[in-house]
Nanobody, 117 residues
């Protein structure tokens, strides 16, 4: 069974950068789509970005131009490079994987990102 573990969260000042990693216990090659979600205090979980096995990425409007999602299939790792961070980016960030044509999905436990001066 594939398990995902996020890391890289922490406290950062506005305008700063963080790189989140999502390490899989097994191969992610079979996972067609992977994504990053986030949940801020008192708010619903929202999609941040997705990336296909082939590297096609999509982003939520508020992070376009600031965040970059990538995946290294050889290292079985998903990344989220976050630049120009804003206080409103503060949330628990979760990585997720899914397979096209099925309802199967796997989630990590989350990593907390706090953007504050």
């Amino acid at each position: 069974q594939v398990q995902l573990v996020e890391s890289g969260g922490g406290l950062v000042q506005p305008g700063g950068s963080l790189r989140l990693s999502c390490a899989a216990s097994g191969s992610i090659f079979a996972i067609d789509s992977m994504g990053w979600y986030r949940q801020a205090p008192g708010k619903q979980r929202e999609l941040v970005a997705t990336i296909t096995r082939g590297g096609s990425a999509n982003y939520e409007d508020s992070v376009k131009g600031r965040f970059t999602i990538s995946r290294d299939n050889a290292k079985n790792t998903l990344y989220l490079q976050m630049n120009s961070l804003k206080p409103e980016d503060t949330a628990v960030y979760y990585c997720q994987g899914s397979v096209t044509g099925s309802f199967w999905e796997v989630w990590g436990q989350g990593t907390l990102v706090t953007v504050s001066s």
